[in-house]
């Protein structure tokens, strides 16, 4: 089963407008949907819809709307109760693909609270083949509460005499740069380049000054940061780049996996279905290319839906994309 853990959910708002957005103007919204987010939320709706054993952990009541809609979806999802309410990032849309997405700092978590989650989310990890730690920290926590989680995990695990399940982080900022530079290693990592490119920043590693955005196909200089930030300790570091698919870095195997050409509708939970993607293919032991296939394929599915809509498994079809594998044994 893989575990999900979204410390600062929220129920997301995409707004469509049909008319490019004027900034101070009052405008009419095409159409506006709402859908449980977060995202760790986003890789459980993505796993269990593609027919994946998957368990949602998160703080938020049973009442919230947000908890409400996403049990209705059939999610399963176990919470931790707060009396606040869960927060509503909102994504405004415009003819011609350009997003916008503003996210609300979340609801401050008590003491109390964090306790409860961790042991909530070390009391489920005894089943989990995978963790999934995912999305920012809302206020009130520790930026090295990720790695809290890790460190009490794998300490319940040796105390049971088990198996601590694989761990695949995906954050950024602080949260992330706290964990890889703690002394808790983990087995993968899913940043974008600008989030791979600020880690490595974080970590002491030259980047170049370039927007990463404009590297063009060549990915060399991607993957020569990310040898070096793989030296902390990391098993692999999955990078998404958008409509240039995706890398994996680790130390057996660089993979290279084209994006197919798509209209995309909204990239707002892209990167989390490409997670799900991998995890779902490592879930079902498929190698380093074979997971990677199917990330990528999730991906682009996720970005041709509305929304943060999640795909099917026949929406997100791997033997449509083109993977190349190139072995290596990385010294660590
Ligand atoms: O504010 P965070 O926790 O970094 O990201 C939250 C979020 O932007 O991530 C998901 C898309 O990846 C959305 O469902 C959600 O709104």
Same mark, same amino acid.
């Given at each position: +089963?893989?575990?999900?853990?979204?410390?600062?959910?929220?129920? &997301?708002?995409?707004?469509?407008?049909?008319?490019?957005?004027?900034?101070?103007?009052?405008?009419?919204? /095409?159409?506006?949907?709402?859908?449980?987010?977060?995202?760790?939320?986003?890789?459980?709706?993505?796993?269990?819809?593609?027919?994946?054993?998957?368990?949602?952990?998160?703080?938020?009541?049973?009442?919230?709307? +947000?908890?409400?809609?996403?049990?209705?979806?059939?999610?399963?999802?176990?919470?931790?109760?707060?009396?606040?309410?869960?927060?509503?990032?909102? !994504? %405004?849309? =415009?003819?011609?693909?350009? !997003?916008?997405?503003?996210?609300?700092? #979340?609801?401050?978590?008590?003491?109390?609270?964090?306790?409860?989650?961790?042991?909530? $989310?070390?009391?489920?990890?005894?089943?989990?083949?995978?963790?999934?730690?995912?999305?920012?920290?809302?206020?009130?926590?520790?930026?090295?509460?990720?790695?809290? *989680?890790?460190?009490?995990?794998?300490?319940?695990?040796?105390?049971?005499?088990?198996?601590?399940?694989? *761990?695949?982080?995906?954050?950024?900022? =602080?949260?992330?740069?706290?964990? $890889?530079?703690?002394? @808790?290693?983990?087995?993968? *990592?899913?940043?974008?380049?600008?989030?791979?490119? @600020?880690?490595?920043?974080?970590?002491?590693? #030259?980047?170049?000054? $370039?927007?990463? =955005?404009?590297?063009?196909?060549?990915?060399?200089?991607?993957? &020569? %940061?990310?040898?070096?930030?793989?030296?902390?300790?990391?098993?692999?570091?999955? $990078?998404?780049?958008?409509?240039?698919?995706?890398?994996?870095?680790?130390?057996?195997?660089?993979?290279? /996996? =084209?994006?197919?050409? *798509? %209209?995309?509708?909204?990239?707002?939970?892209?990167?989390?279905?490409?997670?799900?993607?991998?995890?779902?293919?490592? @879930?079902?032991?498929?190698?380093?290319?074979?997971? +990677?296939?199917?990330?990528?394929?999730? #991906?682009?599915?996720?970005?041709?839906?509305?929304?943060?809509?999640?795909?099917?498994?026949?929406?997100?079809?791997?033997?449509?994309?083109?993977?190349?594998?190139?072995?290596?044994?990385?010294?660590?």
């Amino acid at each position: +089963m893989i575990v999900t853990v979204t410390l600062n959910p929220s129920f &997301d708002r995409t707004i469509d407008l049909d008319v490019p957005l004027e900034r101070g103007q009052v405008q009419r919204a /095409a159409r506006a949907v709402q859908e449980p987010g977060g995202k760790g939320v986003n890789v459980s709706r993505a796993l269990h819809t593609a027919g994946a054993d998957t368990l949602a952990l998160l703080p938020g009541a049973a009442t919230d709307p +947000m908890i409400v809609a996403l049990r209705a979806d059939g999610i399963p999802t176990e919470t931790v109760p707060v009396s606040a309410a869960i927060r509503s990032n909102t !994504t %405004i849309t =415009e003819p011609g693909g350009t !997003t916008t997405k503003l996210n609300e700092p #979340g609801a401050i978590l008590t003491a109390a609270t964090a306790t409860a989650l961790l042991d909530l $989310i070390v009391s489920r990890s005894a089943d989990a083949t995978w963790l999934v730690l995912a999305g920012s920290l809302p206020p009130g926590l520790d930026t090295d509460f990720y790695a809290r *989680i890790v460190r009490e995990v794998r300490t319940a695990a040796m105390r049971r005499g088990t198996t601590a399940p694989r *761990i695949a982080v995906d954050s950024s900022g =602080e949260p992330l740069a706290a964990l $890889i530079a703690s002394d @808790e290693s983990v087995d993968l *990592i899913k940043p974008n380049a600008d989030e791979l490119f @600020e880690l490595a920043t974080s970590l002491g590693i #030259g980047v170049p000054a $370039i927007d990463p =955005e404009s590297l063009g196909p060549d990915d060399a200089v991607v993957i &020569d %940061i990310a040898d070096q930030v793989l030296a902390h300790g990391l098993g692999g570091i999955l $990078i998404t780049l958008g409509s240039r698919g995706a890398v994996l870095a680790s130390t057996t195997d660089v993979v290279r /996996a =084209e994006a197919p050409r *798509i %209209i995309a509708r909204s990239t707002v939970g892209a990167g989390d279905c490409s997670l799900a993607g991998f995890l779902l293919a490592s @879930e079902r032991g498929a190698d380093a290319a074979g997971c +990677m296939a199917q990330a990528v394929a999730h #991906g682009a599915a996720a970005a041709s839906l509305p929304g943060s809509r999640v795909p099917t498994l026949e929406q997100a079809n791997a033997d449509a994309i083109a993977v190349r594998r190139f072995p290596r044994a990385l010294a660590q």
